[in-house]
């Protein structure tokens, strides 16, 4: 299992930079820069996002809608995983000198593989990266949306 959750997080990562190379860097540049506003961003939206999702739930016509918003919200999740921890890797190959996004990438997911293996460190490991990945995505998504052309 955990071999199988590196190499398809690995794979997400590689689809990620290729795909959105400016958003990753972005997500990476966030999570440096201002690490407690992408914390508390990432926190109020893991905490909200459920509770909106049970609130659409109860009416019939909002049911669908948040099947779909749960789905959504759990790829969501997987995302901000693997950009917590390329983010993380990013920021400690910036602390050497080095400037690869490859590299972050691969260093964000073993260094957090590693760290899985320790009983309570690698669970509070995880949910920072998780923190991290929301709070980024989302401040990256509101960016994008206040500087659309129109």
């Given at each position: 299992?955990?071999?199988?959750?590196?190499?398809?997080?690995?794979?997400?990562?590689?689809?990620?930079?290729?795909?959105?190379?400016?958003?990753?860097?972005?997500?990476?540049a966030?999570?440096?820069?201002?690490?407690?506003?992408?914390?508390?961003?990432?926190?109020v939206?893991?905490?909200?996002?459920?509770?909106?999702?049970?609130?659409?739930?109860?009416?019939?016509?909002?049911?669908?809608?948040?099947?779909?918003?749960?789905?959504?919200?759990?790829?969501?999740?997987?995302?901000?995983?693997?950009?917590?921890?390329?983010?993380?890797?990013?920021?400690?190959?910036?602390?050497a000198?080095?400037e690869?996004?490859?590299?972050?990438?691969?260093?964000g997911?073993?260094?957090f593989?590693?760290?899985?293996?320790?009983?309570?460190?690698?669970?509070?490991?995880?949910?920072?990266?998780?923190?991290?990945?929301?709070?980024?995505?989302?401040?990256?998504?509101?960016?994008?949306?206040?500087?659309?052309?129109?």
């Amino acid at each position: 299992g955990t071999a199988f959750g590196f190499v398809t997080s690995l794979v997400l990562g590689a689809i990620l930079l290729l795909a959105f190379p400016r958003f990753s860097e972005g997500v990476a540049a966030r999570v440096s820069g201002s690490t407690v506003v992408t914390v508390a961003v990432g926190l109020v939206t893991l905490i909200v996002v459920p509770i909106l999702l049970v609130i659409l739930a109860v009416t019939i016509i909002g049911l669908p809608f948040s099947i779909a918003g749960l789905a959504a919200f759990l790829i969501a999740l997987w995302l901000a995983n693997v950009y917590g921890k390329y983010a993380v890797g990013s920021w400690l190959l910036s602390l050497a000198g080095v400037e690869s996004r490859w590299l972050a990438l691969l260093v964000g997911l073993v260094g957090f593989l590693l760290l899985g293996l320790l009983p309570i460190v690698g669970g509070l490991a995880e949910f920072v990266a998780l923190v991290l990945g929301l709070g980024a995505i989302v401040l990256g998504l509101r960016e994008r949306y206040e500087n659309r052309p129109g």
